[in-house]
């Protein structure tokens, strides 16, 4: 087994730190102090999504949830447990949730919902994962679209279902009904691999 790619991340670690310093020495002993982003990014796991490269953001600006296929099932404590920080503790403003062209996991519950019939008992930790993006397949109409379509479409179904999560959820329903509390919006957007621009989808809020 070659280390050589962890050897280059700590070395790539080792010189950013070094320029960070150099341009701005005291960025680290301020970050050590906390943390106050405004912006809580609900992604993908895909390594071709990185949320602070893909917005030139620095350490500190946003504050990060990724799962595969970015799911936000309304009982994962996970999830729900970095949006109640996120809101109650660090006081974010905004939710993203971002999805991606080409995403393999969507990829993977289209198969997954063609399957389904002849695997009903198939189960591992992946398939329960995605199992509710399997059954969002099931819902859609794709049989006139072709494979790029049909993807696109389930990709952009998704993120939707996604922020109607996030809307049902504890911590966002006591956000909106508390007038004392700092008010929250969610966004649904997705990210074009292929050109590396965002798009934006869905805008939800209190009064929405």
């Known amino acids: 087994m070659s280390h050589k790619p962890i050897r280059t991340l700590l070395n790539a670690n080792e010189e950013w730190a070094q320029s960070v310093i150099k341009d701005t020495p005291d960025f680290f002993a301020r970050s050590a102090t906390g943390q106050k982003p405004k912006i809580l990014w609900i992604g993908c796991s895909d390594s ?3 949320e602070s490269v893909i917005t030139a953001s620095k350490p500190g600006d946003i504050f990060v949830h990724r ?12 999830a729900l447990s970095v949006l109640t ?8 403003e905004h939710v ?19 399957d389904r019939a002849a695997n009903p008992g198939l189960s591992t930790p992946l398939t329960r994962w995605l199992s509710p993006l ?8 794709l049989s006139a679209c072709s ?7 389930v990709v952009e179904a ?20 508390d007038p004392d509390a700092k008010k929250v919006t969610v966004h649904g957007w997705m990210y074009d691999l292929a050109v590396g621009r965002i798009t934006k989808l869905v805008v939800r809020d209190a009064q929405a």
């Open 48 to 50: 071709r999504v990185p």
């Open 67 to 78: 799962n595969v296929a970015n799911q936000f099932h309304l009982h994962d404590d996970s």
């Open 85 to 92: 920080f996120a809101i109650k503790e660090i006081g974010v």
């Open 96 to 114: 993203v949730l971002v999805g991606h062209t080409n995403c393999g996991g969507a990829m993977a519950c289209i198969e997954a919902a063609k």
């Open 134 to 141: 399997t059954a969002l397949v099931q819902s859609l109409d």
């Open 147 to 153: 494979a790029s379509e049909a993807l696109n479409k």
């Open 158 to 177: 998704n993120i939707i279902k996604q922020v109607d999560n996030i809307c049902k959820s504890e911590p966002i329903i006591t956000a909106w009904a």
